[in-house]
């Protein structure tokens, strides 16, 4: 089997398994996530219990969904977590977060995602914005600046218009390899998302939204106008106030809301 052992579970290559054993670094994120008693929260891959043993020590319940059926059986089983747990064994990409939400009690997400499935897991979790306060995730540092980043920045792409569409996001801490066991080959970062209750720009179809910014992003040597010429003309960009000249990673958050909500109008007058 792939991976290194720890703590008597190997980790699986195609989990995309590394565990984090830093004592400082754990607490380091137990803080920013600052879990309070009664708090609606939902660690996704739990993995070997690293976040989840400080975090259920602060609260009184905590959801946790998990995917590989030998760690779900390993927490049900745990001595000191085990009541305190609801243990849901599924993939996270597929999951309803929807049915842990509550209308006085919004849901607080964290978890060290994998990852190969860290941004679809995200655009999944968009999904369910409005019935989540906050996430707190460790990622790949380049997803990390990816989400942060601004226009004219060469990791600004469709995961940034998108993330940034529905979230407030703030970079917590960067996270060496020496963190985990087996060591990833990648430097790690932690972030927090807030959604808003309002987005500052309000996009009339997120579907639109989505399919001008994979359009403009797919080809992003393109200028604009060749990018997405079967959606907008010229004269239309002109109309909306966009530079056709620009390329995709020129344009601003609520640039492309703007050209959504046009294509959007075109389509249902």
Not at 121 to 131: G, I, P, Q, S, V
Not at 223 to 238: A, C, K
């Amino acid at each position: 089997m792939n991976g290194k052992t720890h703590l008597g579970h190997t980790a699986r290559k195609r989990f995309g398994q590394n565990f984090l054993h830093d004592d400082y670094i754990i607490d380091s994120i137990v803080a920013a996530i600052a879990p309070q008693a009664d708090d609606n929260i939902v660690e996704i891959g739990p993995g070997l219990g690293a976040l989840t043993e400080p975090v259920a020590s602060k609260v009184n319940r905590l959801n946790v969904v998990e995917l590989d059926r030998d760690l779900a059986e390993r927490l049900a089983k745990h001595p000191i977590l085990a009541d305190k747990l609801n243990i849901t064994q599924a993939d996270a990409m597929q999951f309803d977060f929807g049915q842990l939400a509550s209308a006085d009690k919004q849901l607080r997400v964290f978890g060290n995602l994998p990852y190969n499935i860290s941004t679809p897991l995200m655009f999944h979790l968009f999904e369910y914005a409005d019935k989540i306060s906050d996430m707190h995730f460790m990622l790949q540092k380049e997803v990390v600046n990816r989400l942060c980043a601004g226009p004219n920045c060469k990791a600004y792409g469709r995961l940034s218009v998108m993330a940034q569409y529905y979230c407030k996001v703030i970079p917590v801490l960067e996270v060496p390899p020496t963190a985990f066991i087996p060591a990833p080959k990648v430097e790690s970062a932690v972030v927090r998302l807030e959604p808003y209750d309002t987005p500052p720009f309000v996009a009339k179809s997120l579907k639109t939204l989505n399919q001008v910014c994979s359009m403009a992003f797919n080809q992003r040597r393109k200028t604009i106008r060749n990018g997405l010429r079967d959606l907008l003309s010229v004269e239309q960009l002109q109309e909306i106030g966009i530079d056709s000249t620009k390329r995709a990673e020129n344009i601003s958050v609520e640039e492309y809301v703007n050209m959504a909500n046009y294509v959007y109008d075109m389509k249902v007058e």
